[in-house]
C-alpha cells in the first residue's frame, strides 16, 4: 500500500489581484516521480514552494510525512520550524543549481550536511561517495566554475541528498541544459529518489522530462486540470 508523503488540501494563494492558486487539492505517495507541468504564470511554482513550506498559503493545508512516523502540518509551524524542516528533511535542485562557486564541488555536497551539525570529516566524506554514486569520482575539488552544466546539476542532486531526504523538489531542474544532458540529468536525479523509495516531485514545461516521472499533474490558472491523486 502506498504511503502518502504530501497531501494539500484547498489551497489558495493570492499575489494582489492574481490568484496563483484557486483552490488546489493534490496526493502524493511515498516513491513517486510527480512532474507538475502548466504555462508560464498557471500557478506551478507557486504550488512547488506551498507544498515545501517555502511560502505560506493564504487559505488551506498541507500535511507531509517527512519521515517514517513523522506526520507535519506547515501551517501549525513558525518559519524557524519550517526552515528547520527543508534543511534537515527536504531537498532541493533548482534550475540554476544554486551552488556556491567559490566553494569546490565537495564543499558544495558537505555543506549540506554540515549545517545540521555533521562533522567536516564526517559531511565531507558522505559528500564525495554521493558525488562518486553519481558519475563525478575525480571531480571532487573542481570548483563549480570548472563543471559542465550537467555536472553542476548532478553536483546540485548530491547536495539534496546529503542530509538523506526522503521528499526532493525540483523547479525545472533541466531547463538550462540541451536534451542529451537533460536525459542524463533526470537519470541521475531518478535514480537518486525514486530508485531509493524516496520521492520526487519536479516542475518542469519540458514534456520529455514529464514523461519520464511516474505522474503528470498539469496547472491552468490556478487549478490542477488532470487527476491529483495517483490511479
Same mark, same amino acid.
Given at each position: 500500500m502506498n504511503t502518502t508523503v504530501v497531501e494539500a488540501r484547498s489551497l489558495i494563494k493570492s499575489y494582489g489581484t492574481t490568484r496563483a492558486l484557486a483552490g488546489v487539492d493534490l496526493t502524493i505517495h511515498r516513491g513517486e516521480s510527480v512532474a507538475i507541468m502548466g504555462a508560464s504564470g498557471s500557478g506551478k511554482t507557486t504550488l512547488l514552494h506551498v507544498l515545501a513550506?517555502?511560502? !505560506?498559503?493564504?487559505?488551506? !493545508?498541507? !500535511?507531509?510525512?517527512?519521515?517514517?512516523?513523522?506526520?507535519?502540518?506547515?501551517?501549525?509551524?513558525?518559519?524557524?520550524a519550517r526552515s528547520r524542516l527543508r534543511r534537515e528533511r527536504f531537498g532541493f535542485v533548482f534550475q540554476q543549481g544554486l551552488l556556491i562557486p567559490e566553494l !569546490?564541488? +565537495?564543499?558544495?555536497?558537505?555543506?549540506?550536511?554540515?549545517?545540521?551539525?555533521?562533522?567536516? =570529516?564526517?559531511?565531507?566524506?558522505?559528500?564525495?561517495?554521493?558525488?562518486?554514486?553519481?558519475g563525478l569520482a575525480g571531480m571532487e575539488d573542481r570548483?563549480?566554475?570548472?563543471?559542465?552544466?550537467?555536472? =553542476?546539476?548532478?553536483?546540485?542532486?548530491?547536495?539534496?541528498?546529503?542530509?538523506?531526504?526522503?521528499? +526532493?523538489?525540483?523547479?525545472?531542474?533541466?531547463?538550462?541544459? *540541451?536534451?542529451?544532458?537533460?536525459? *542524463? +540529468?533526470?537519470?541521475?536525479?531518478?535514480?537518486?529518489?525514486?530508485?531509493?523509495?524516496?520521492?520526487?516531485?519536479?516542475?518542469?514545461? *519540458?514534456?520529455?522530462?514529464?514523461?519520464r516521472c511516474s505522474r503528470v499533474v498539469s496547472v491552468r490558472d490556478g487549478r490542477i486540470i488532470s487527476p491529483a491523486v495517483a490511479a
Open positions: 513550506g517555502i511560502i !505560506t498559503p493564504d487559505s488551506g !493545508t498541507v !500535511t507531509v510525512q517527512p519521515s517514517a512516523g513523522q506526520t507535519v502540518e506547515l501551517s501549525e509551524l513558525g518559519e524557524s !569546490t564541488a +565537495v564543499e558544495n555536497v558537505a555543506l549540506a550536511s554540515m549545517i545540521n551539525g555533521v562533522k567536516k =570529516a564526517d559531511a565531507t566524506a558522505h559528500a564525495a561517495s554521493g558525488l562518486a554514486a553519481l570548483r563549480i566554475g570548472e563543471l559542465s552544466g550537467g555536472q =553542476a546539476q548532478r553536483v546540485a542532486i548530491a547536495r539534496a541528498q546529503a542530509t538523506g531526504a526522503d521528499l +526532493v523538489f525540483a523547479d525545472e531542474p533541466t531547463g538550462a541544459l *540541451d536534451s542529451h544532458t537533460s536525459q *542524463d +540529468v533526470m537519470n541521475a536525479l531518478l535514480w537518486s529518489t525514486t530508485g531509493h523509495w524516496r520521492t520526487l516531485l519536479v516542475v518542469t514545461h *519540458d514534456p520529455e522530462v514529464a514523461n
